[in-house]
């Protein structure tokens, strides 16, 4: 990370006026390998824990019974107050089922998988996974997309994205998979309505306190917990992450200045933005947005093939009336799942994947 760089993560963090300015020189991060299983069921399940989550919730736990896996919400780590709809809960659940179906294609199986999506309640089975017999294995390339794939929150290189790539994306489902350019008068209005409704949701208490709750400002709990936004995930490291972990707490995420720095992070991050992706579901039935969830995972890990940064931007899809006001001005006469800012940079991704062990989620 060069200065300007580590300026503008001190930045977001509103700490730069209490810190020496000759301090720069960024440490070595240690991640932990790829959890190892003791069964193919396992193997796959430790590739599902890959997969993206609202606040990195992983909101799943399964039952595995042989050749056999049953999935349930784990409604201990729902987000009430901003999705007391259970809509994210799904969608996140939905990643999951795409990331362990890829996983099991790669390493030679098949899965047979039937949604039991009438309802969503604790407790409730979800999905019923069978392994079905070997097949002819394919590429170790999609285990690799699954490990690499991050999330990048920091600002992207200014221009257009590649036509080509934005094609590429666009295959993978022509009916619900959108592109606006930043600079195209929907994509402003993307932009305008996003900083509206992060405003709106910094600014909100219960909002804010809920996602305190899942910022880990504990080094240890990366052991303890794997679970929640830790530094690393924002796109800080080195001296930002020591501070991180130095300086703030719960109390301090739900503070003026942090709020106020957040906010300013957030319109930095819309300017620098090459583009917008929105994926739309055929309805607003659960099947729909388990379809969406699903191909949400196919998105990014395209993102991921195509050296794309993507961040997906929830609270404009989370906040009223700013959600409503999008699906009316972008003209597209479907509900609205996911809106990814995309782009190109030239930094390291330091946004890896921290994640629970196997076991915590078997029951």
Known sequence: MDRKEFMKALTALGITSVLPKDILKAQTINYKPMQKADSTIQQILAYGMHAPSSHNTQP???KIDENKIKVFGDFQRRLPFVDPNNREFLLSISAFIETIDNAAMAIGNQLEIEPFLGSISADKELFSIEMKGNKQSSSNATLSLIENRFTDRKNYNIGEMSKQNITNLQDLDRENIHFFSSNSPKGKIISDL????????????????????????????????????????LGLNGLPKFVWYSFFNKKSAIGNSFVEQGIKSAIEQ???????????????ENISIYESGRLYQKALLKCTELSIRNHTISQILEEEPMKNDISDNLELKKPIQFIIRLGYSNQDGYGKHIRR???SIII
């Open 60 to 62: 799943w736990k399964v």
């Open 194 to 233: 996003q900083i509206q409704a992060f405003t709106k949701q910094s600014n909100d208490k219960s909002k804010q306190s809920e996602l305190s709750d899942w910022l880990r400002f504990d080094k240890d709990q990366k052991e303890k917990s794997g679970d929640g936004l830790f530094p690393e995930m």
């Open 270 to 284: 819309v300017k620098h933005t090459s583009g917008f992706l929105v994926i739309t579901s055929n309805s607003s």
């Open 357 to 359: 062990s196997i076991n």
